[in-house]
């Protein structure tokens, strides 16, 4: 397992720079130095550095920790709150440390307005955390990846996480398991990239009273958690997660960003969208073709139409052609409008690999 590193720019009171750089930070009338603030809450335990004091100190010292990190191996950082520096302190330090290493990826955890997330991502930031937590419905997502697909896809990599401790959605709380397996399926196979917050797999689902946080989550505790007992038991989502990781190997289509097309489905309920790779882009020399079709509805079973364009999966029109689901391994006979049927209590997404002919000699 490969170590990405949390890092926050930030420093406790007790830390080193407080007495060796007062100067990093704000000081106030009294000569004690302002903590962070963001009404009403109040983090008396996080001193924020100030970059107006003294910019070129900050960025060696930022420069030297980051470098310390990387000789030590790490090679993946998670940024947080990028969006409170300077951008051309991340573009400078960026562009530094990515010419002497360019293996390295920093994550931006920058949940803020769209325009400072894409600057972020534009001045370097390799991958975004993005506002998929908070895109449910139909409408929301469909529009959504097609934004990222099309209008940003050229320099905002998306990370889709379905959760993390700071992030409990109304959809996750009141949803249950279908809730969970929804979305880490389309996390899992609408973007190149994806993550699980610990605990996910055992639908960690209860919020801190007045938040949309896990109770009692690694900020406030150390939690201990047996994921192998809740294997055993089969209340574990840990199986699905592999598989979905499996069916990513497996397909490259699932592996770009900008082929994702959605597709009609009369209930409103049911978002489907494809994915398709030609075959000159594929180590086999074979098309790839993936198509999703998922009952958003955690709370019930959907049955309607789908309407396809095939030409978006690379077949001709009134092609018939074969699909297998490769979550239950059944197969059917598909055309441009196909029934399907949803229990979101037993399986409420079809991934469906679009079953076409391996060429035998690809020019």
Same mark, same amino acid.
């Given at each position: 397992?490969?170590?990405?590193?949390?890092?926050?720019?930030?420093?406790?009171?007790?830390?080193?720079?407080?007495?060796?750089?007062?100067?990093?930070?704000?000081?106030?009338?009294?000569?004690?130095?302002?903590?962070?603030?963001?009404?009403?809450?109040?983090?008396?335990?996080?001193?924020?550095?100030?970059?107006?004091?003294?910019?070129? &100190?900050? *960025?060696?010292?930022?420069?030297?920790?980051?470098?310390?990190?990387?000789?030590?191996?790490?090679?993946?950082?998670?940024?947080?709150?990028?969006?409170?520096?300077?951008?051309?302190?991340?573009?400078?330090?960026?562009?530094?440390?990515?010419?002497?290493?360019?293996?390295?990826?920093?994550?931006?955890?920058?949940?803020?307005?769209?325009?400072?997330?894409?600057?972020?991502?534009?001045?370097?930031?390799?991958?975004?955390?993005?506002?998929?937590?908070?895109?449910?419905?139909?409408?929301?997502?469909?529009?959504?990846?097609?934004?990222?697909?099309?209008?940003?896809?050229? *320099?905002?990599?998306?990370?889709?996480?379905?959760?993390?401790?700071?992030?409990?959605?109304? *959809?996750?709380?009141?949803?249950?398991?279908?809730?969970?397996?929804?979305?880490?399926?389309?996390?899992?196979?609408?973007?190149?990239?994806?993550?699980?917050?610990?605990? *996910?797999?055992?639908?960690?689902?209860?919020?801190?009273?007045?938040?949309?946080?896990?109770?009692?989550?690694?900020?406030?505790?150390?939690?201990?958690?047996?994921?192998?007992?809740?294997?055993?038991? !089969?209340?574990?989502?840990?199986?699905?997660?592999?598989?979905?990781?499996?069916?990513?190997?497996?397909?490259?289509?699932? !592996?770009?960003?900008?082929?994702?097309?959605?597709?009609?489905?009369?209930?409103?309920?049911?978002?489907?969208?494809?994915?398709?790779?030609?075959?000159?882009?594929?180590?086999? &020399?074979?098309?790839?073709?993936?198509?999703?079709?998922?009952?958003?509805?955690?709370?019930?079973?959907?049955?309607?139409?789908?309407?396809?364009?095939?030409?978006?999966?690379?077949?001709?029109?009134?092609?018939?052609?074969?699909?297998?689901?490769?979550?239950?391994?059944?197969?059917?006979?598909? &055309?441009?409008?196909?029934?399907?049927?949803?229990?979101?209590?037993?399986?409420?997404?079809?991934?469906?690999?679009?079953?076409?002919?391996?060429?035998?000699?690809?020019?």
């Amino acid at each position: 397992m490969e170590l990405a590193l949390d890092i926050a720019l930030q420093a406790s009171p007790d830390h080193p720079w407080v007495t060796q750089h007062p100067q990093f930070f704000t000081q106030l009338p009294d000569g004690s130095i302002a903590y962070a603030e963001n009404p009403p809450k109040k983090y008396q335990d996080i001193y924020p550095l100030n970059f107006d004091n003294d910019p070129e &100190g900050i *960025y060696q010292e930022m420069l030297r920790l980051f470098l310390h990190w990387i000789g030590l191996g790490v090679k993946i950082f998670r940024v947080d709150n990028p969006h409170t520096k300077p951008l051309a302190f991340w573009e400078r330090l960026l562009h530094e440390v990515n010419g002497a290493h360019p293996d390295v990826i920093f994550l931006s955890e920058a949940f803020t307005r769209p325009p400072m997330m894409r600057g972020l991502a534009q001045v370097g930031f390799q991958q975004s955390y993005t506002y998929f937590t908070w895109r449910n419905s139909k409408e929301e997502l469909a529009e959504y990846f097609l934004e990222l697909s099309r209008e940003s896809a050229d *320099y905002l990599r998306p990370n889709f996480f379905v959760n993390t401790h700071d992030i409990l959605t109304p *959809y996750l709380q009141f949803g249950g398991p279908p809730a969970y397996r929804i979305r880490a399926a389309l996390a899992a196979t609408a973007s190149p990239t994806w993550g699980v917050y610990s605990g *996910y797999e055992l639908i960690e689902n209860v919020a801190r009273p007045g938040s949309e946080e896990n109770i009692d989550n690694e900020k406030y505790e150390f939690k201990v958690r047996d994921y192998a007992h809740a294997e055993k038991l !089969g209340v574990s989502l840990a199986p699905y997660l592999r598989r979905l990781n499996e069916i990513r190997r497996e397909h490259p289509a699932l !592996g770009q960003l900008r082929n994702i097309d959605i597709h009609w489905c009369d209930d409103p309920e049911i978002l489907v969208y494809s994915k398709h790779i030609e075959g000159r882009f594929t180590p086999t &020399g074979a098309s790839d073709t993936i198509l999703v079709v998922a009952n958003l509805d955690p709370h019930s079973v959907r049955e309607s139409t789908v309407h396809l364009d095939l030409t978006r999966l690379g077949l001709e029109p009134e092609t018939s052609y074969q699909v297998r689901d490769l979550l239950t391994d059944s197969t059917w006979t598909w &055309g441009e409008h196909n029934y399907v049927r949803l229990d979101a209590f037993t399986q409420p997404v079809h991934i469906l690999h679009v079953v076409t002919p391996v060429p035998e000699q690809y020019y």
